[in-house]
């Protein structure tokens, strides 16, 4: 089991910086990756960004370049750092983390935090 708590949401004016960490809790060894998705009203959830326990990381087209995720395994957190800030990223966002094992198959298990509110506006 891994439990997921969410933080540093909040509003920003466009052009604005925010940071959202995600501190992990449980059977941290076990995750393979961890990833923030966010979901705007009326539409569906997105992958924003990515990072594998190897470090490899994995952006949306619409975040390239202005839009940092990083893992800090001694504290077992992930951040998002958010620059430069547009309206259309106002959304809730979510951590989540990626388990994936060996029992006689691959087995994926999700976890989810509970999402945390960014929005852009003037």
């Known amino acids: 089991q891994v439990q997921l708590v969410e933080s540093g949401g909040g509003s920003v004016q466009p052009g604005g910086s925010l940071l959202l960490s995600c501190a992990a809790s449980?059977?941290?060894?076990?995750?393979?990756?961890m990833g923030w998705y966010r979901q705007a009203p009326e539409k569906q959830r997105e992958l924003v960004a990515s990072?594998?326990?190897?470090?490899?990381?994995n952006y949306a087209d619409s975040v390239k370049g202005r839009f940092t995720i990083s893992r800090d395994n001694g504290k077992n957190t992930m951040s998002l750092q958010m620059n430069s800030l547009k309206p259309e990223d106002t959304a809730v966002y979510y951590c989540g983390a990626f388990v994936l094992y060996w029992r006689g198959k691959n087995v994926r298990e999700d976890y989810w935090g509970q999402g945390t509110q960014v929005t852009v506006s003037s």
């Open positions: 990072i594998t326990n190897g470090g490899s990381t």
């Open positions: 449980g059977s941290i060894s076990s995750i393979t990756a």
